[in-house]
Structures are given as structure tokens and as C-alpha cells.
């Protein structure tokens, strides 16, 4: 058995929760979904400590709490709002995703070599430098899309048994079109990473601002260098199948305030995500 699995498939659902304080859940989400907090005057927002600032879903602001993918608990948002502390408790939900069987013929990249674990490890403690990253809001909901066209597609969060083994969750939405099809940035953005990486191949991580971070993986050409800065809609790279991949597809994720949370929500049309007052 892989350790790897032991890594990634169970530390995420086998962390230490401790229990937080608040008022009874006005109400339940599913993991990997949003939650928008709505109200005028609001100064800031804060989960766990972490800070960011409203945001505007169909003209309303509010804090939008994530919900992530991987969660085992109630959350506990809270926000200023004129002068005043206030606290949210959002129940955790069901776990709303279907299960996905995939058979990858390259079994070296599903059991990794101590090597490529080594690698793996490499790659995932300089990616994971990017959730905290803050900073000024560049966006504005709605996303634009990654595609000029997008295919019906995602499965996001389906559980994966891969070559008949669990592993972890999908904890992004793959949209299968021909290699070389354009990807396009879906909102201002500073380039945060690109490289190429065991898993994802040909990367881009696009952070645009305020903890919210987009990702493009499985990339055939990539177009842009760290540090750029690019709009909305702008050309980033063509679609591939690099990395551990079944054939050329995007891999679409997002981290919002550094959680898991399912992209079609941001992309959609009003009332994909939930609101309450
Ligand atoms: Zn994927």
C-alpha cells in the first residue's frame, strides 16, 4: 500500500477538530459549496482568524464563507459590520458527490516511488504556499469562463477509485475538449505559479486577490511566466493531457480563503450560490 494514500487520501478527513463556539447553525451546506452572507455596512470578514473583505454576488455585498471540500465540521464565519462582531454557524451538510471509477494504465503514477513521493511532496509545499495569499481584490463575481465554450462536465468532489482502489476526492471540474483548445484567465489576476508538476502538469495558479486563487491544470502549451499580470479573458494556454490525465481535458479548481470549493459555483448564472441575510 502506498504511503501516499496515507498522506493525501487520509489526513484530510482524519484531521483534529476542535470545537468552536457560537450560536445554533441557521442552516446546513454540502462541502465544497459557498455560502453568501449578506448584509450593507459590512468592514470585514473572518473565518478562523483569517481576515478578507465582502464581496458583491448580484449587486448585494457580503461575505462569501466557503464551505471546503474536505471539512468534517460546522463553520463558524463572523464579520464586522458597523462596528459590530457578528457570528454565523452553517452546519455541515451532506456529502452531495458521486463516486467516479478511473482506470490509469500508468500504474507509477497512481503507487509513487519513494521518488516520485519525494517529488510530490516538493511540489505540494510550494503549492501550498499559495493559500494565503491575500491582497487586494482583482475580480468580480461572476468568473468569466476558462473556456470560450464550456462543455457540461465537473465532477467536482467525486470520490475516486482509481485502478479499484478509494483515493482522494476530484477536487476540481474537468471539462473534456480537443488539446489546444484556448484557456482563458476567468478574471484579473497576478500568474502566482505555473510549472510542471507529477500530478497536474502544465500548471497555472492565478491569484486574484483577496484569498481567491484559480487553477488550470493538464495544460498542453502554457502561455504566461510567474509574476505576470493578466486580465480577464486573457490567453493563459491550450488545453493537454500532461500530468496524470486520461486524455486532454481542463482541470478547472479554485481555493477561496484556502478551501476546496466547487468552480461551476462561481462561474454560474445568479442563485448558484446560497444566500442568507
Ligand atoms: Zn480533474
Known amino acids: 500500500m502506498s504511503s501516499f494514500r496515507l498522506l493525501v487520501g487520509l489526513c484530510s478527513f482524519a484531521a483534529t477538530v476542535a470545537t468552536i463556539a457560537g450560536p445554533a447553525a441557521a442552516q446546513t451546506a454540502s462541502p465544497g459549496s459557498l455560502v453568501h452572507w449578506q448584509s450593507a455596512g459590512i468592514e470585514r470578514c473572518l473565518i478562523g482568524g483569517r481576515e478578507f473583505a465582502p464581496t458583491i454576488l448580484d449587486g448585494e455585498p457580503g461575505c462569501l464563507v466557503p464551505v471546503g471540500l474536505t471539512r468534517t465540521a460546522d463553520i463558524v464565519a463572523e464579520r464586522d459590520r458597523d462596528g459590530q462582531r457578528e457570528r454565523l454557524r452553517i452546519g455541515l451538510g451532506e456529502y452531495p458527490y458521486?463516486?467516479?471509477?478511473?482506470?490509469?494504465?500508468?500504474?507509477?503514477r497512481v503507487d509513487l516511488?519513494?521518488?516520485?513521493?519525494?517529488?510530490?511532496?516538493?511540489?505540494?509545499?510550494?503549492i501550498g504556499k499559495l493559500w494565503a495569499r491575500q491582497g487586494e481584490p482583482r475580480f468580480s463575481l461572476p468568473l468569466g469562463p476558462p473556456l470560450k465554450e464550456m462543455p457540461a462536465g465537473g465532477r467536482f468532489g467525486a470520490k475516486r477509485i482509481i485502478n479499484g482502489e478509494p483515493r482522494s476526492p476530484h477536487t476540481g471540474a474537468d471539462y473534456?475538449?480537443?488539446?489546444?483548445t484556448p484557456v482563458l484567465a476567468v478574471g484579473d489576476a497576478v500568474v502566482a505559479l505555473t510549472g510542471e508538476f507529477f500530478f497536474s502538469g502544465n500548471a497555472v495558479f492565478l491569484d486574484h486577490g483577496n484569498g481567491l486563487i484559480s487553477m488550470y491544470f493538464h495544460l498542453h502549451e502554457v502561455f504566461v511566466e510567474q509574476g505576470n499580470e493578466v486580465s480577464r479573458g486573457r490567453l493563459i494556454g491550450t488545453v493537454g493531457s500532461t500530468g496524470r490525465s486520461t486524455g486532454p481535458h481542463l482541470h478547472f479548481g479554485i481555493r477561496w480563503q484556502g478551501a476546496r470549493v466547487d468552480p461551476a459555483l462561481l462561474l454560474g448564472p445568479a442563485g448558484t450560490i446560497q444566500t442568507v441575510p
Do not use: Y
Request: hydrophobic share 35%; aromatic share 0%; no cysteine.
Open 98 to 108: 458521486s463516486v467516479q471509477r478511473l482506470e490509469i494504465k500508468d500504474q507509477s
Open 113 to 126: 516511488s519513494p521518488e516520485n513521493l519525494a517529488r510530490v511532496q516538493r511540489e505540494n509545499a510550494l
Open 176 to 180: 473534456a475538449v480537443p488539446q489546444g
